[in-house]
């Protein structure tokens, strides 16, 4: 089974709009943290924003939110007045302490969202 | 302010050669990653050092060794490179195990083997 799973490879969203991106995890663990990545086509790998499994506020890094449902075991990033330069693959990730994954980060496939301006 | 360093950024061998992709972090973080990222996959961890002088394999360490020379270098060497190993490859590191360390990655190295 996948740990990460985002259903949706490809979003479009107009630009100013806000959009959701969509990530399910799955771990017995009760530690654990979930992170989001952006790819842009340049292809480097940007840290977005962090969401512990104990922390009891949504995470926000500026126009970046994290809509963290503990009990249904989602992490979805939101992205407040979309920008052109937002148009990027996105990539939700996890690191258990005490799970299979022994302390490494797990990926997503990934989505790719576009900006329409 | 280098970070993650990778080289080289792109290369093109022929099935049977062989190579090493190195990796160098400035962060003093203990532990580093190889990872090949795969249309369609996401990012596959293909082996990790959780310190010096240790060494594990990841979800698809088939066809690859790796080396952890010391605290700042993380290499991984292909000895018989297939077609099947065409992929962008990518260098990480974090402080550790810990749980809300992010990973900081290289540029990473797209290869392509024909």
């Known amino acids: 089974a996948q740990k990460i799973t985002q259903t949706q490879p490809g979003m479009f969203v107009q630009e100013k709009e806000a959009v959701t991106l969509d990530c399910t995890y799955d771990t017995s663990d009760q530690s654990y943290g979930l992170f989001w990545y952006k790819q842009p086509s340049s292809g480097e790998m940007i840290f977005l924003i962090y969401?512990?499994?104990?922390?009891?506020q949504n995470a926000t890094e500026g126009r970046y939110s994290l809509n963290f449902q503990k009990a249904r075991k989602s992490a979805n990033l939101v992205i407040s007045a979309s920008q052109l330069g937002d148009s990027a693959m996105y990539f939700c990730?996890?690191?258990?302490?005490?799970?299979?994954?022994?302390?490494?980060?797990?990926f997503g496939k990934g989505t790719k969202l576009s900006v329409k301006p | 302010n280098a970070g993650v360093t990778q080289t080289p950024k792109f290369q093109v061998l022929k099935t049977g050669q062989s190579m090493t992709l190195q990796c160098a972090q400035d962060m003093n973080h203990n532990s580093m990653y190889w990872y090949r990222q795969d249309p369609g996959m996401g990012l596959r961890l293909i082996y990790y050092s959780a310190s010096e002088g240790t060494t594990d394999k990841g979800e698809v360490p088939n066809g690859y060794n790796v080396s952890r020379l010391n605290k700042r270098e993380f290499s991984l060497r292909l000895e018989s490179a297939a077609p099947s190993q065409t992929s962008v490859y990518f260098c990480?590191?974090?402080?550790?195990?810990?749980?809300?360390?992010?990973?900081?990655f290289g540029q990473g190295t797209r290869l392509t083997v024909v």
């Open positions: 990480a590191s974090s402080e550790g195990a810990v749980l809300n360390t992010e990973a900081f």
């Open positions: 969401q512990g499994s104990y922390d009891e």
């Open positions: 990730a996890m690191r258990e302490i005490y799970g299979g994954s022994q302390g490494n980060l797990i």
